[in-house]
């Protein structure tokens, strides 16, 4: 099956590509302008549709100060937001352009927030940070707390229901599918989540739990319930999951393809 290639990153493209959609579209215009077009840079872009339409109600709060002052002490997160553009249109194939996820992917939305939330917590700001998480719980349906660790160029498709916990660590270019939880198992402190390394997929409704790795290039089943390891480049699925032997495929991360006959060594 042919992927998408879509190439690097580039904001004035994005911004060209706004201007035409404002031109065919006239009811969008002012949308458009107000979160993209009037913007010089990506980051004061980003900045405007976190704050303004993402979190709506600011209870007296400015979001958007925090959010670009984030963005520009912290020049990793913009960096990571391009990087999980580019990963959504190469492995969505419902998504045409960058500002598709930009403008209207909640599990985009989700996962730039939980950046800048991340941000916050680790700069001692962890009420604002935990504000945002809320705020994010509650109008997406996705909880990623602000201590968790995540890498670039991830995809999370529709993402209602996803659950990270505060001690997971997930590596880059890992894909999730809707309802995927990253938990513990009890009262236990320090670290207790999973660690998901680089190159994974993880099916819709899938559950990891516990402080235990999924190893590189893996894939876990949708609606299944993984209490062990997983190794590397392996498949594991089921209630509980058990390991159904290695994969062909380097990074199943990229092809989003989940009928297991065509990975199976």
């Known amino acids: 099956m042919k992927q998408k290639r879509v190439g690097a990153f580039s904001w004035e493209a994005l911004r060209k ?5 404002a031109e065919k579209e006239p009811l969008l215009k002012n949308l458009l302008e107000q979160l993209v077009i009037k913007h010089d840079t990506f980051e004061q872009a980003l900045t405007a549709i976190l704050a303004n339409r ?3 109600a600011h209870e007296g709060i400015n979001l958007h100060q925090a959010i670009a002052s984030a963005l520009d002490k912290s020049k990793s997160i913009a960096a990571s937001a391009a990087d999980d553009l580019v990963a959504i249109v190469e492995k969505d194939p419902a998504t045409g352009t960058f500002l598709d996820p930009l403008l209207f992917y909640k599990g985009y939305h ?3 927030l939980y950046r800048i939330a991340h941000w916050l917590w680790l700069d001692g700001q962890r009420y604002l940070a935990c504000y945002i998480q809320s705020r994010v719980s509650q109008l997406y349906g996705v909880d990623i707390h602000p201590a968790a660790q995540i890498g670039r160029g991830i995809f999370i498709d529709h993402a209602t229901g996803l659950v990270v916990g505060e001690t997971a660590i997930v590596e880059d270019n890992v ?3 809707h309802g ?3 938990g513990g198992t009890g009262k236990e402190t320090g670290r207790r989540h999973p660690t998901i390394k680089k190159n994974c997929l993880l099916g819709a409704n899938a559950t990891v739990l516990g402080n235990i790795v999924v190893g590189e290039g893996s894939i876990i089943g949708a609606g299944s319930v993984v209490l062990h390891a997983v190794p590397p ?3 594991a ?3 509980p999951a058990a390991n159904k032997g290695k994969i062909k495929i380097a990074e199943p991360a990229n092809s989003m393809n989940q009928i297991f ?4 060594i």
Request: glycine share 4%; net charge negative; aromatic share 12%.
């Open 17 to 21: 590509e706004a201007i035409r959609v």
């Open 54 to 56: 993402c979190l709506f």
């Open 110 to 112: 989700s996962l730039e």
């Open 175 to 177: 894909s999730f599918l």
């Open 180 to 182: 995927v939880t990253l």
């Open 233 to 235: 480049h392996s498949l």
């Open 237 to 239: 699925a089921g209630v």
């Open 261 to 264: 006959d065509d990975y199976m």
